[in-house]
């Protein structure tokens, strides 16, 4: 690229030659949060990808995610701005070895995070997120036994507000496992008034201190409409940059995790997307994110049925 490029004008330039969409999760840079046609969780993303009528959509997050805008949009070219933004979530996950995972209990519903590849989601009944995880365990009739996978902390979460027993698969993020329950204890001596908030996928003893618990969509809104105007937050820090858009009064601090000295805790996977490498995977359609035919008839399945039960 030459060196006097303004890559946000080209990136525009590219996006209105191609009919392309730029849509960014709340875990991107904010300079890519804030060239973006659309700022969302990877549901919201793959679901406003799908009700437009663009030819392209480049989504600036993590594979899992241009896999479910895929999903939902077969007949677009999706695009993601590098192949090793992977998820560690959902890589904790394979999909032969959570195959004979679920063998093992062949009358349990398989109920899996969004978090997951598509192999995964194509051996699953229901897809929930962190905002409608609750209402759909709590729609499963009682009688019914439940697997949930992949994160164990989310799973533990849900097992103790719907009171329903599940087998767990044993996965996590790297991100919301390393949050520091002790520092965010100190944190909170510098900040009294201050509410913790936190995602579902942290660990037990920082969601047994938080305040309010949440995915990301309900953590921002809980933000605008909260009475407090100073919040630690304890999930990938980019969403921050929203939290602080929609009430520019208000503070947020981000939650220490337990080994960094910058005092927040991103995503080196979500953060691997530039605008560079926007600029490239727009100007040469590459790379593309491409679900085998078979897979993504079986994995819009339980996509479907979670749009059904969240209703
Ligand atoms: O699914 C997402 O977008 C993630 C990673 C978290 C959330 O709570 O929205």
Redesign the pocket.
């Given at each position: 690229i030459p060196v006097d490029v303004d890559l946000i004008e080209a990136i525009n330039e590219l996006k209105k030659e191609k009919n392309a969409l730029l849509m960014a999760?709340?875990?991107q840079d904010n300079e890519i949060q804030d060239i973006a046609d659309f700022v969302?969780?990877?549901?919201?993303?793959a679901w406003e990808a799908s009700k437009t009528d663009a030819d392209i959509i480049l989504l600036a997050?993590v594979l899992f995610?241009g896999e479910t805008a895929k999903i939902l949009s077969p007949q677009k070219k999706v695009l993601v701005p590098d192949f090793n933004a992977g998820?560690s979530?959902a890589d904790s996950c394979p999909a032969e070895d959570f195959k004979a995972f679920i063998r093992r209990y062949p009358d349990h519903i398989v109920v899996t995070?969004?978090?997951t590849t598509a192999d995964v989601k194509a051996l699953s009944d229901i897809v929930v997120?962190?905002?409608n995880a609750v209402k759909i365990i709590n729609s499963i009739p009682k009688d019914k036994k439940i697997i949930f996978g992949p994160d164990r902390n989310l799973g533990n979460y849900l097992q103790s507000i719907s009171g329903r027993e599940m087998v767990i698969w044993d996965g996590a993020?790297h991100v919301h496992e390393k949050f520091s329950v002790e520092k965010i204890i100190d944190l909170k001596k510098d900040y009294p008034d201050a509410e913790i908030i936190a995602?579902?996928?942290c660990k037990k003893p920082v969601l047994t201190i938080a305040d309010f618990i949440?995915?990301?969509?309900?953590?921002l809104k809980h933000t605008q409409t909260a009475d407090a105007d100073q919040f630690i937050v304890a999930?990938?820090s980019g969403v921050i940059h929203q939290m602080k858009k929609a009430s520019p009064d208000k503070a947020f601090i981000p939650a220490p995790p337990s080994d960094s000295t910058c005092g927040c805790n991103d995503c080196e996977f979500m953060r691997l997307n530039t605008l560079r490498k926007i600029y490239l995977t727009l100007k040469y359609e590459y790379p593309e994110v491409q679900v085998a035919e078979n897979i993504r008839k079986e994995a819009i399945k339980p996509i479907e049925k979670m749009f059904e039960l969240s209703e």
């Open positions: 999760h709340y875990y969302g969780d990877s549901l919201a993303l997050g995610m998820c979530l995070y969004v978090n997120t962190s905002t993020c995602h579902p996928e949440g995915s990301t969509a309900s953590l999930t990938e």
